[in-house]
């Protein structure tokens, strides 16, 4: 029998034996191992302080001017630092961040840029005496000026403080944006003078880029005057100089504006020869943001024209790149020319779509098109689509309000006009251009006030007679159909033991007359009949001629007894109208009448005239149309 002692006696040896060999060598390992770790730490310390520098001269690579864009190739290198934070500096992490926002405003991600530029801005650890630190708070000015947010000035300021003397392109960014959309206590005169005193300095440097961002502000100011062909000419310059400067989208960024201030002189030829351009240099580029700029143009000049078949196929391209960008501004330009598409269509639920989510977006205060006269008179022509001639009213009044104020923006327009000139030749022609101004001025000022009035007057007696023609019969003078059945239902509830009647009278033997009297007579007749009816019916009631042999009569707060006493002498009134009565004809018109009497509104007015219609066939079925 073998046994298993002896093998637990060597085991347990050998054990000790191990334990005492540790003991013997560990001091001796224990100084190697420190010794090897000293002799590691220089080489990974040069080791890194090699990668920082690397990352340092990324970034100063990869930096671009504030009015440039960053290039596509270099982000996914700052997504790849900016994920290894251990080893970035702060100011590294400050640097990539910037960087990364400035692309992504390029590339119209601007809810996601905003987001990371207050983090840095609301962070304690941020140096704030940094050039990207004083970038960080200019591009969140830039994100609010294209949201039209007051808030834009504030942070243009801030960074204009913090950049001057210091970061030249940062500093002239700010400015620029000042004098632009801020200092609002300064007239056009004084904001275009401060634009060309930087357009002179900067000639001077000689830095294209920066002319070009300059003569791009001045565009933007003659284009909020409604100046679109010196606009043009600006935007026009700056894209020119930009092509041998810029990189990416931001070289298309003014071309863009070339083609809306096109658009909005009228110049539809230069549009499209623009719109070809830009699908040129858009080749090389092809970014979402681009594509989209280039079918917003696209549509913009379809919907002027009414190519609405080519304006379909631009939106629904327009639709695949603005699903790949975060652009408010151009999300609501879509939904604009999506709606007048609509339109043509006579699509009703798409119009009454488009009209509520507009509602919101003013509640939201983010409506940027309540000045545009084009967006304004679609929603006239939409609110005439619906049949509601109220809101159409309460749209032309805003449309109007915008025109008139129009005209005092041109008369800033003659000052700037003048103050242009003065710049422009300031240092030879200083006091000869002065007195040329002020002449211009007057002569301006004289021509203005003179086509204002003019322009009121006829605006007034055009929106007469476009409501008059929107609104009333074109034979009878009475209310049409649409217009008569949307005033019968804003009417109120009644007075307590009264009611709201409505009746609707039917020349039954209408035909017969026309016949009688001869078919080149029959607006004669029409007009006869009418002239009865008003005869009959008193100021407040609601007439309208509510199809051709047809007409709608509503009384409002009435007694029930009166109304039924009152509907039958209307209709013993139709039927005494003598036609003919020159050439001894005699033709007596027959009519029949439906009644409808409501302690109510007439809030379901479709099922009730759906239910006076019928009554009226029934009726004339059981009678026979004769003349006597």
Not at 274 to 298: C, D, G, M, S, Y
Request: glycine fraction near 4%; hydrophobic fraction near 40%.
């Amino acid at each position: 029998m073998r046994q298993k002692l002896p093998c637990r006696i060597n085991a347990l040896n050998f054990v000790t034996y191990l334990c005492s060999c540790l003991i013997t060598f560990l001091p001796r390992l224990s100084f190697c191992f420190i010794v090897g770790a000293l002799l590691h730490i220089p080489q990974s310390y040069a080791q890194s302080i090699q990668e920082s520098e690397e990352i340092d001269r990324f970034i100063e690579q990869a930096k671009v001017k504030p009015y440039d864009c960053p290039g596509e190739e270099n982000i996914e290198q700052i997504d790849s630092y900016l994920s290894s934070t251990d080893l970035l500096t702060e100011a590294q992490i400050l640097a990539l961040n910037v960087e990364k926002t400035h692309w992504m405003i390029c590339n119209g991600d601007h809810t996601g840029a905003q987001d990371i530029l207050t983090q840095i801005v609301e962070s304690k650890n941020s140096d704030t005496s940094t050039e990207y630190y004083a970038a960080a708070v200019y591009q969140l000015g830039f994100i609010f000026d294209i949201q039209e947010n007051a808030k834009r000035c504030d942070y243009y300021e801030q960074a204009k403080e913090l950049s001057e003397n210091r970061f030249d392109d940062v500093q002239l960014s700010a400015q620029l944006g000042l004098i632009t959309v801020c200092n609002s206590n300064n007239d056009e005169a004084i904001k275009l003078g401060s634009l060309y005193s930087l357009l002179e300095s900067y000639s001077n440097k000689a830095d294209k880029a920066a002319i070009a961002h300059i003569h791009n502000n001045i565009g933007l100011l003659y284009g909020s005057l409604g100046q679109h062909v010196l606009a043009a000419e600006q935007y026009q310059k700056s894209y020119e100089m930009g092509l041998g400067t810029y990189t990416g989208n931001n070289q298309l960024a003014t071309l863009i504006s070339v083609i809306s201030s096109h658009i909005g002189s009228g110049n539809f030829e230069a549009v499209k020869t623009t719109i070809e351009e830009f699908k040129r240099v858009n080749q090389q580029i092809n970014t979402p943001l681009t594509n989209v700029w280039l079918h917003f143009a696209e549509s913009g000049y379809h919907y002027r024209l009414g190519n609405f078949e080519e304006l379909k196929n631009s939106l629904a391209r327009w639709k695949i790149y603005l699903a790949e960008i975060d652009s408010q501004t151009y999300s609501t330009l879509y939904d604009w020319y999506h709606a007048a598409y609509c339109l043509s269509e006579k699509d009703k639920e798409c119009v009454l779509n488009f009209l509520a989510a507009q509602e919101e977006r003013n509640a939201n205060n983010t409506n940027f098109l309540r000045k545009n006269k084009d967006y304004l008179k679609l929603l006239v022509d939409m609110h005439i689509f619906l049949g509601d001639i109220e809101a159409a009213d309460k749209a032309f009044q805003r449309f109007f309000e915008v025109t008139v104020a129009r005209q005092y923006e041109q008369q800033k327009s003659g000052k700037v006009l003048g103050v242009a000139n003065l710049h422009s030749e300031i240092i030879s022609l200083e006091s000869s251009l002065e007195k040329e101004r002020q002449d211009r001025m007057r002569a301006i000022a004289s021509i203005l006030i003179a086509t204002f009035v003019v322009l009121g007057v006829l605006l007034f007696f055009l929106r007469r007679r476009y409501l008059q023609r929107i609104t009333l019969d074109s034979v009878t003078g009475l209310l049409n159909s649409k217009s008569a059945i949307s005033r019968i239902k804003l009417v109120g509830t009644p007075s307590a033991g009264r009611t709201n009647a409505l009746a609707l009278f039917d020349l039954r033997n209408f035909r017969d007359v026309n016949r009688m009297m001869g078919a080149g007579n029959s607006e004669e007749t029409l007009n006869q009949i009418a002239l009865s009816l008003k005869n009959a019916t008193r100021e407040r009631d609601i007439l309208g001629r509510f199809a051709p042999e047809q007409f709608i009569v509503c009384l409002i707060d009435i007694e029930e007894d009166s109304a039924k006493s009152f509907f039958e002498r209307i209709r013993y009134a139709l039927e005494n109208t003598m036609l003919g009565a020159e050439e001894k004809q005699n033709v007596i018109v027959r009519s029949s009448m439906s009644i409808y009497i409501t302690s109510d509104t007439f809030d379901d007015m479709d099922d009730i005239l759906h239910d006076m219609q019928m009554s009226l066939d029934i009726n004339a079925e059981s009678k026979p149309k004769n003349i006597n």
